[in-house]
């Protein structure tokens, strides 16, 4: 019986020993539910996630809203910390910056914030001395969309985040969409925080081999399930394991068979098993390892 898109896909079978998901959006999940689709909430989300060996989660809320709703739930829920940052297409939108992408894509119809970057930031930097705020992210750089005026925006906001991450001495998560060499090369001139994340990553195995040679962290998400990412597969064939992480970056980035359907750090096992069949890892030993870099980075929950 065909499944209709947008439900919530059945529980995975359980991982043998638990792991943490590096980077997940729980506001954001009702935003993507088709009508009539339940959303179960955060308690019954981080529930059915521990039920299957997803033990906690890294919550990031990257606008002004979402960072300061993190920052609530981290403090309600013991499987969540959170991270808070301004995301650099936020960035673009609090600068005022509206332009036609260099493809010809309208940019995002979306009004300019009231705050200022400037505003945006402080603010960023009062909730990220949050004893449960242990990440500056996700930001970085996003050149899908932007424009000139707009990428000379985040990388002004990236290096703000960059000092303060560093001020804070937190580990910092970066958003790297379609700019590689540049968020490498922002980061070598500014020097990356002591913990450098990257979420998602999309790079090929060129530049993993390069992010691990500096020692960053290299965090896969659904891609890694998908068809056509045999890039990202390569990728993670090179990262060595103490510099390795997992994450749903849900309600985005469902893992395959179940594209299209709502995500949530329940179905972060499905990557995990792909990474361990990828890399050609023993699965439990592998989500100990995981587990364990988490923990090392964020920790203690
Ligand atoms: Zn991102
Ligand atoms: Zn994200």
């Known amino acids: 019986m065909a499944r209709r898109r947008g439900e919530w896909p059945a529980d995975p079978e359980p991982l043998p020993a638990p792991v943490i998901d590096n980077h997940t959006h729980?506001?954001?999940?009702?935003e993507v539910l088709d009508d009539g689709?339940?959303?179960?909430g955060v308690a019954a989300q981080l529930?059915?996630?521990?039920?299957?060996?997803?033990?906690a989660a890294v919550q990031i809320g990257c606008d002004l809203d979402s960072a300061e709703v993190s920052v609530r739930w981290a403090q309600e829920h013991p499987r969540l910390v959170a991270g808070v940052a301004i995301h650099p297409n936020?960035?673009?939108l609090h600068a005022g910056v509206r332009e036609i992408a260099p493809d010809g894509l309208e940019p995002a119809p979306l009004p300019?914030?009231?705050?200022?970057?400037?505003?945006?930031?402080?603010?960023?930097?009062?909730?990220?001395?949050?004893?449960r705020v242990r990440?500056?992210?996700?930001?970085?750089l996003d050149f899908f969309r932007a424009g000139e005026e707009g990428r000379a925006v985040q990388r002004e906001s990236f290096r703000a985040h960059i000092a303060l991450?560093?001020?804070?001495?937190?580990?910092?998560?970066?958003?790297d969409r379609d700019a590689h060499a540049d968020v490498l090369d922002v980061l070598s001139r500014d020097g990356a925080p002591e913990v450098t994340v990257f979420h998602c990553f999309s790079g090929d195995a060129e530049m993993a081999a390069e992010c691990a040679r500096r020692g960053y962290y290299l965090s896969f998400?659904?891609?890694?399930?998908?068809?056509?990412?045999?890039?990202v597969r390569d990728a993670a064939a090179v990262v060595p394991a103490t510099q390795l992480l997992v994450e749903t970056d849900a309600p985005y980035l469902t893992p395959a068979p179940h594209r299209g359907a709502p995500n949530a750090p329940y179905l972060l096992p499905m990557t995990v098993r792909r990474l361990a069949e990828v890399r050609g890892d023993d699965l439990a030993w592998l989500c100990e390892r995981l587990h364990a870099n988490a923990t090392s980075i964020y920790g203690p929950w």
Do not use: C, N, W, Y
């Open 90 to 92: 936020e960035a673009v």
């Open 37 to 40: 689709v339940p959303d179960p």
């Open 165 to 175: 991450a560093k001020e804070l001495g937190l580990p910092m998560q970066i958003h």
């Open 112 to 131: 300019r914030h009231t705050a200022s970057l400037d505003d945006a930031i402080a603010r960023i930097a009062e909730l990220a001395r949050g004893e």
């Open 47 to 55: 529930e059915r996630a521990a039920a299957v060996g997803v033990a």
């Open 135 to 140: 990440t500056v992210g996700e930001t970085g």
């Open 221 to 231: 998400a659904g891609p890694v399930t998908f068809a056509s990412a045999d890039a």
């Open 26 to 30: 729980l506001e954001s999940i009702p």
